[in-house]
C-alpha cells in the first residue's frame, strides 16, 4: 500500500496550483500523480487545506467501547453467557457489530471465557505410549489405570 505524502509537499503543490501553474505541470513538477494534484487542490478549496485522512487502525471499536458496561454487567450477571449471546444482545440494544468485535473486546480487556478450569498434567504416570519413532505410523493407545 501507498504512504502518505507529507503535509509540506500538499500545501507546496496547493500553492503551486494557485500560483497559476496547471495541475498536469504542477503534479510533474514535484513527481506527484495528476489525480492526486487535483485532488488535494479540491480539498484545498473545500476545507482550506489539503489534509490527509487518517489511516489504518482500528476506528470502530469505540461503538462497542461505548457498550463496555452493558457487557461487562451481562458477564457478571450471567457467568456463563456466550459470545453470540452478547452479540445478539448487542444488537437488539441497537448496536450492530460484528462476532469478532466481541471477541476482540474480551480480548483487549483481558476478560476470558472459560467454561471449566483446565486440568493439570498427571505427575505420577505417562498419559499416553510415545512409541513413535520418525516416519512410523502412531497411535494413539490410552493407558488404562492399574486399579481398573
Known amino acids: 500500500m501507498a504512504r502518505t505524502l507529507s ?9 503551486a496550483i494557485d500560483g497559476g ?8 513538477h514535484f513527481g506527484v500523480s495528476t489525480s492526486s ?11 482550506g487545506q489539503a489534509v490527509a485522512r487518517p489511516r489504518s487502525g482500528d476506528r ?11 457487557i461487562k454487567g ?3 450477571e450471567q457467568g456463563d453467557i456466550t459470545l453470540d449471546e452478547i452479540h445478539t444482545r448487542l444488537i437488539e440494544r441497537g448496536t450492530p ?8 473486546f474480551f480480548a ?6 472459560k467454561k471449566r478450569p483446565g486440568t493439570r498434567s498427571s505427575r ?9 519413532t520418525t516416519g512410523s505410523m502412531v497411535r494413539w493407545i490410552s493407558i488404562r489405570n492399574a486399579s481398573c
Open 7 to 15: 503535509q509540506d509537499l500538499r500545501d507546496r503543490v496547493v500553492g
Open 21 to 28: 501553474m496547471i495541475c498536469r505541470a504542477a503534479s510533474a
Open 37 to 47: 494534484a487535483i485532488s488535494w487542490r479540491r480539498l484545498a478549496l473545500q476545507h
Open 60 to 70: 470502530n471499536s469505540s461503538r462497542i467501547e461505548a457498550q463496555g458496561d452493558f
Open 74 to 76: 451481562l458477564v457478571a
Open 97 to 104: 457489530v460484528g462476532i469478532g468485535t466481541v471477541h476482540r
Open 108 to 113: 483487549r480487556h483481558g476478560i476470558t471465557r
Open 124 to 132: 505420577t504416570g505417562r498419559t499416553f505410549r510415545g512409541s513413535a
